[in-house]
């Protein structure tokens, strides 16, 4: 299962999306930090399940208009390369990757 949540702010749509077990984490290599317990509510949206087409689909329509995209997670940043996405810029921090994508439209 993964977290994903639309939010959509003056300055566009936000797309944020983590694998549900890594929710209330802290993951931390070196000086980078990623807080998904200070940050939860920013991830904190639908229950998704990766395998279903009705997932792929709310993806797929989310991500067209998402001027960013925040992904956290082996499952998640695995999903989005079943959709289609370049995840080869995937960072990884503390064996956890995260990719960011956006759109300069």
Known sequence: ???????????GTILAMCDLELL???IKEGKTVIDLQKHATFYSGNDIDERSVL???????????????NVVGKKSVEFM???GFK????????GVPH???????
Do not use: N
């Open 55 to 69: 997932a792929k689909r709310q993806l797929s329509i989310a991500t067209r208009y998402a001027k960013s995209i």
């Open 81 to 83: 390369k079943e959709m």
């Open 99 to 105: 990719l960011q994508i956006y759109r300069m439209d």
């Open 1 to 11: 299962m993964l977290k994903m949540k639309i939010t959509m702010t003056k300055d």
């Open 87 to 94: 995840t080869d810029g995937a960072k990884t921090v503390g």
């Open 24 to 26: 209330g984490k802290v």
